[in-house]
């Protein structure tokens, strides 16, 4: 692929994220064609405050109850309701620090809070009214990414492949390039040439965060020193790894609620964080099983990679370089939601949003659902 040109010509787009960590929303700005024109702007996080927080955790809890043929709550409609509204903020907040207006934005992409991912029912469920953003914003939008890829029978995640796959080679890094989300649940992309495979590959931050909650009232575990203090069990990280998730063929994808804590009940707070730290790196590296080739470089975006005690833990079972994104030039915290605005472009051109070998699905698939601001 070609480096950019001044000839080149892409449209501003903004990508908003709220990932299964449930620690808040991050906007990004990103001038972008849909194709190969990818420039990243200026980015921003904002922080969901303790009652939306709860109000989000509750969803997750009462989504399953929907699942089995319940209605949907009042509660789940309710953090919608919250969540797009921070997500308007967060645009707001982004054309201020990018010193721009609303009508300069073509388009937003905006992904929701998955809330309940059932793959193998064709079924995946993002809370977040386009609409209702598009009203707020004044501008466009285009919302409900996975749901065309699952009814298709893919696996509807993960999306980032195709935006990993622009980044890496123009960042001109050797190949095969692996690059690692970390966030509630973790993913990899595996790139070579024209070929991008991609698929979950275990928990992420999830339970770290949901043990450090129960156990401490944190809601993460800072830089990894609480479970730098503890002890890996390794007979409860072999049975953790003994799930029949880590032999199955990619493309495969989880939901976060996918993997409980029964393996870790019973050991001190500091030792579970230790040993659910270790499985999310175990998992990570097990996910080479399934490369064609080894990998030339590893690149970790998500929240993930503040976590010095995974980042040594994955460095200490992969034979390759590990680096964070911001090596690679890219701004990690950012990645995911640059991502979304490059497929909100897409999927307004009807271009692919995932491939058979990204989810599974039969055939490249476009998705979305466009809302026009009024």
Request: proline share 5%.
């Amino acid at each position: 692929m070609a480096h950019f040109s001044k000839c080149e010509v892409g449209q501003k787009v903004i990508g908003l994220m709220s990932g299964t960590s449930l620690d808040g929303v991050d906007a990004a700005l990103l001038e972008t064609d849909g194709e190969a024109v990818a420039r990243p702007g200026p980015g921003l996080t904002v922080p969901y405050d303790g009652e939306t927080r709860a109000l989000l955790r509750a969803g997750l809890d009462e989504a399953r109850a929907v699942a089995q043929g319940g209605p949907v709550p009042q509660s789940i409609r309710e953090a919608e309701r919250r969540l797009t509204e921070v997500h308007a903020e967060a645009v707001e907040a982004l054309l201020v620090k990018a010193g721009i207006g609303a009508r300069d934005v073509a388009l937003i992409g905006f992904h929701g809070q998955t809330i309940l991912h059932r793959p193998e029912r064709h079924w995946t469920w993002q809370i977040g009214d386009g609409a209702f953003l598009a009203r707020l914003t004044a501008i466009d939008v285009i919302n409900d990414f996975r749901s065309a890829d699952v009814k298709a029978g893919g696996q509807g995640a993960p999306l980032m492949p195709l935006y990993h796959a622009v980044m890496a080679r123009e960042a001109g890094l050797a190949e095969p390039v692996v690059v690692v989300n970390i966030g509630g649940v973790a993913q990899v992309t595996y790139i070579k040439g024209d070929y991008v495979l991609a698929f979950d590959t275990g928990p992420g931050n999830a339970p770290i965060d949901d043990w450090m909650n129960r156990h401490s009232g944190r809601p993460v575990d800072e830089d990894g020193a609480f479970a730098a203090t503890g002890k890996v069990d390794d007979a409860a990280l072999d049975r953790m790894l003994a799930n029949a998730f880590f032999d199955r063929v990619p493309p495969k994808s989880l939901d976060r609620m996918d993997f409980g804590m029964e393996s870790v009940e019973g050991l001190s707070p500091a030792d579970g964080a230790a040993t659910l730290t270790a499985f999310t790196a175990a998992s990570l590296a097990r996910a080479r099983e399934h490369f064609s080739d080894p990998a030339a470089t590893w690149i970790v975006s998500g929240g993930g990679r503040h976590n010095k005690t995974l980042m040594g833990m994955l460095k200490a079972r992969v034979n390759a370089p590990v680096l964070v994104a911001e090596d690679a030039g890219w701004d990690g915290d950012a990645l995911e939601a640059q991502g979304f605005a490059y497929l909100a472009m897409r999927a307004k051109k009807g271009l692919p949003l995932s491939l058979p070998t990204t989810t599974g699905v039969a055939q490249p698939m476009t998705g979305g659902r466009l809302h026009r601001a009024r």
